[in-house]
C-alpha cells in the first residue's frame, strides 16, 4: 500500500485506490490522474496483482502422532472492485500477515486429519482444501486466494530410515517377482518350442511313413500290372495249342476206351460211343 499526500497522483493499471477527505471515505479512485487537496484529501493505493506468500515450515502432527514438518505457498490477490478494496482497508489491518498465519492455522488441521501415508499421497487434495477454507475468510477481506501449493512434507529421520528400508524390501520384492516370471515365461517358450520340434518330427516321420506306402502301393500296382499284361500275352500266344493240346488228351482218353474217332481235313474227332466198338477210319472227299 502507498499512500499519496500531493495535488496530484496517478494510478498505474494494476492499482486501485480510495480517497478520504479528513479521514472519512469519499470515493473510489481508478487508474489514471487525479487531483486533490493536500492535508484536506489523502489517496491510499493497493496493488491488485498476484501477490506470492510464502507458508514457513511448521511442525503438524499426522493423525497417526507422527510430527512432520511442512511448508508451502499461495498467490494471493486484492479483488479490483470498489467493495473489496474497501474491505481490503477497512476490514483488515495487515492482510498479508493475517493470509499466512490463517493458512498456518488451517495447513495444520489439514494433516491432523490424515496418517502420515495418506499425507504424502495427498498434496493436491490438501493444497485444493486449504484454498477453500482460506477463501471462505478473506472474501470478508475482500480478497481472493487464487492458488495454494505444498511444497515440503518432511517426516523425522527414523521415519524416513524406515521408509527408505521398506521400499528398498519393495524394490527387492518386486525384482524377484519379475525375475520368477522371466525364468516362468522363458521355461513355457522352451515348452513350446519343445513341443513344436516333437510336433515337426511327428508330421516329418508321418509324411515319411505315407511316401513308403504310396511307394509300395506304386510298386504292388506295377508288379500286378506286369503280370495282367504277361497274362494277356500267354492268352494271346498260346490259346491255340492250348486248345489242341485238349484235344489230343481228349483223343488219347478216347483210344485208351475204345472209343470211335473220325479222321476229318480239320484233324481228328473223337466220338465216345456207348459200349465198346471198333475203330473206324474213314477219309471225306
Not at 486501485?16 to 484529501?41: C, D, H, S, W
Not at 522352451?190 to 509300395?216: D, F, N
Not at 476229318?264 to 474227332?269: A, K, L
Amino acid at each position: 500500500m502507498r499512500i499519496i499526500h500531493s495535488w496530484f497522483y496517478a494510478l498505474k493499471p494494476y492499482e486501485r485506490g480510495i480517497k478520504e477527505m479528513f479521514g472519512r471515505y469519499t470515493g473510489f479512485v481508478a487508474p489514471g490522474l487525479g487531483f486533490q487537496i493536500p492535508f484536506v484529501n489523502l489517496v491510499r493505493v493497493r496493488d491488485i496483482r498476484e501477490h506470492t506468500m510464502d507458508i514457513p515450515p511448521q511442525s503438524v502432527i499426522t493423525k497417526d502422532n507422527v510430527e512432520i514438518s511442512v511448508d508451502g505457498v499461495m498467490w494471493v490477490r486484492p479483488q479490483g472492485d470498489e467493495k473489496s478494496i474497501k474491505q481490503t482497508f477497512y476490514n483488515i489491518d495487515n492482510w498479508k500477515l493475517a493470509v499466512v498465519r490463517l493458512a498456518m492455522t488451517n495447513l495444520r488441521q489439514e494433516f491432523g486429519d490424515l496418517t502420515l501415508d495418506e499425507s504424502l499421497v495427498a498434496r493436491e487434495r490438501i493444497a485444493n482444501n486449504l484454498q477453500a477454507a482460506l477463501n471462505l475468510f478473506t472474501e470478508e477481506w475482500g480478497l481472493l486466494v487464487s492458488k495454494v501449493e505444498i511444497m515440503l512434507i518432511d517426516p523425522p529421520e527414523d521415519i524416513k530410515i524406515a521408509m527408505h528400508k521398506q521400499k528398498t524390501a519393495e524394490q527387492e520384492r518386486r525384482a524377484m517377482r519379475l525375475l520368477a516370471t522371466g525364468k516362468f515365461e522363458a521355461s513355457e517358450q522352451e515348452k513350446l518350442a519343445a513341443i513344436q520340434l516333437a510336433e515337426g518330427k511327428r508330421e516329418a516321420a508321418i509324411r515319411q511313413a505315407e511316401g513308403e506306402r504310396e511307394a509300395s502301393i506304386k510298386v504292388a500296382e506295377g508288379k500286378a500290372q506286369a503280370i495282367k499284361l504277361v497274362n494277356e500275352a500267354a492268352q494271346q500266344y498260346f490259346r491255340g495249342s492250348a486248345q489242341l493240346l485238349r484235344q489230343l488228351e481228349t483223343t488219347e482218353t478216347a483210344l485208351r476206351d475204345n472209343a470211335k474217332i473220325i479222321i476229318t481235313q480239320e484233324g481228328i474227332s473223337p466220338q465216345l460211343l456207348l459200349g465198346s466198338l471198333p475203330v473206324t477210319l474213314s477219309k471225306e472227299e
